[in-house]
């Protein structure tokens, strides 16, 4: 079976070989206020990428730890349109997440070639998680 792979531009600023934007570039008034872009970029991947919450079972000597972890079910490749604080918010996001084996993938623009280029998001060895 073939992965799923979603293509996210960071922001609605130009043309891009996208399923869908992360940020429409008229929602962000204040470019300094980092809560309210993390927010959005929070609710909004909520809704675009595909999360499955599984249990894992952690073994311990005082018995095993059974964790929710929220699990991502596809492939993701996000173009980077500008706005730092909105990248920033995105891997912020990301490091909450299982990428359960797929690939997060941030593309740049290469204006020489005309090519986009992507750049491995390199996942933490461990996920936070809440007991269940």
Excluded: C
Aim: charged share 25%; no cysteine.
């Amino acid at each position: 079976m073939a992965t799923k792979k979603i293509n996210l531009g960071l922001m609605k600023r130009h043309e891009l070989p996208v399923d869908d934007f992360i940020i429409d570039g008229t929602e962000i008034d204040n470019v300094l206020d980092f809560d309210t872009i993390s927010k959005k970029v929070t609710d909004r991947l909520a809704e675009l990428l595909p999360l499955k919450e599984t249990t894992a079972i952690i073994p311990s000597y005082d018995g095993d730890v059974r964790v929710t972890v929220n699990s991502l079910q596809a492939d993701v490749d996000i173009y980077i349109t500008g706005l730092t604080a909105v990248t920033i918010a995105v891997l912020n996001w990301m490091a909450r997440v299982d990428l359960n084996g797929h690939s997060v993938r941030f593309m740049h623009y290469d204006r020489d070639s005309g090519a986009y280029v992507p750049q491995a998001y390199q996942a933490a060895t461990t996920v936070p998680v809440s007991a269940v």
